[in-house]
């Protein structure tokens, strides 16, 4: 469905020049259904928290412009650095203990050399080395792991965006995969909430008109959900320059929800009088003027037209530039 579809003759189509008379036919208009959309993101992805602990550092609040991996909060676990401590202390206990182990291997060696020793003996040390050094690359493991856990408290945005709430504060007590943040991005689309009676006249494609009628913006429908709760249907609508600086904020919407006939003149060819609007009718004996009640405005290519709602009939001939000759 196109937004408007006015089936003119050649001559409405291309506008009457001044000085031009104006047949009145029957044209198709598009009949509009106010609604109001509401203005959401594409994507809204919660930023968790990745370890239990305590907010120490809080970064953004809402409204705030992030990117992708960047860091919006720090949460701390007390315990982790307590591990740190005693893997440390695990691990220089077993340090000092290689020491000995291979000052134990190098004299037991020596003492081989003079066949002091047994070379089961000299076994024993090396499994002693080999059996410390393995303490220590496990401890070692450890510690990564901890290093990791405390590293993984900051909280990284997911993608670029807008803060939209944070419901924590700093000092705030988490757990593990709990939101800090919740980040909107990936561009605005406006979500509208259409009466059901309306689901047959609506299909993906179909251009909509947003705002004021003075200051309307082009929109498109680009999906449709197929599931109807409430008596009413979901559908999205893609519009360049849309301004989504408030995400949840309803601006009115027009759709386009079915046709039906009009009979339209130039806006020129209205003038006004004691009140009253007339239009000059070109009649066998001579111009005659002619009572109406206007209805809305139409643009089409530029030019401003006017729904004749009383007074005029099919096959009437319009006067165009008699406003101006007035």
């Known amino acids: 469905m196109r937004a408007t579809l006015l089936l003119l003759s050649t001559l409405l189509l291309a506008g009457p020049a001044a000085g031009e008379n104006l047949k009145v036919e029957p044209q198709k208009l598009t009949e509009w259904k106010a609604v109001y959309g509401q203005i959401e993101t594409k994507d809204r992805v919660p930023a968790r928290a990745r370890i239990g602990g305590t907010i120490v550092e809080l970064q953004v609040t809402e409204g ?9 909060a720090l949460v701390k676990d007390s315990k982790l650095d307590f591990q740190i401590t005693s893997l440390d202390a695990q691990l220089r206990a077993a340090n000092a203990r290689l020491e000995t182990a291979k ?42 792991i901890v ?11 997911p993608d670029d965006g807008v803060v939209l709430s944070v419901p924590v504060s700093a000092g705030s007590v988490v757990g593990a995969g709990e ?3 919740v980040i909107g991005g990936g561009g605005a689309f406006l979500r509208l909430s259409v009466p059901e009676r309306h689901t047959a006249d609506l299909k993906e494609g179909d251009e909509i008109e947003i705002g004021t009628s003075g200051n309307a913006l082009q929109g498109k429908l680009v999906k449709l959900y197929p599931l109807v709760e409430g008596g009413r249907l979901q559908a999205d609508v893609e519009v360049d320059g849309l301004d989504a600086r408030y995400v949840g904020r309803r601006v009115p919407v027009r759709l386009p929800v079915g046709e039906r006939e009009a009979l339209l003149v130039p806006e020129t060819a209205l003038r006004q009088n ?17 009572i109406v009640v206007p209805g809305e405005t139409v643009k089409r290519d530029g030019s401003e037209w006017r729904e ?15 406003g101006d000759a007035n």
């Open 64 to 72: 705030d412009e992030v990117k992708g991996g960047q860091q919006i």
């Open 103 to 144: 000052s134990d291997l190098e004299r037991g060696k020596e003492l081989l050399a003079r066949k002091v020793i047994t070379g089961q003996r000299i076994e024993q040390l090396e499994t002693a080395v080999d059996v410390i050094n393995g303490e220590i690359a496990s401890l070692q493991s450890q510690r990564q």
């Open 147 to 157: 290093e990791r856990q405390i590293e993984e408290g900051a909280v990284l945005s």
């Open 179 to 181: 939101s800090i943040a």
């Open 274 to 290: 004691g009140g009253l609007d007339y239009v000059t009718v070109a009649e066998s004996d001579g111009e005659v003027q002619r």
């Open 308 to 322: 004749i709602l009383t007074g005029l009939s099919v096959g009437d001939v319009v006067v165009t530039n008699a």
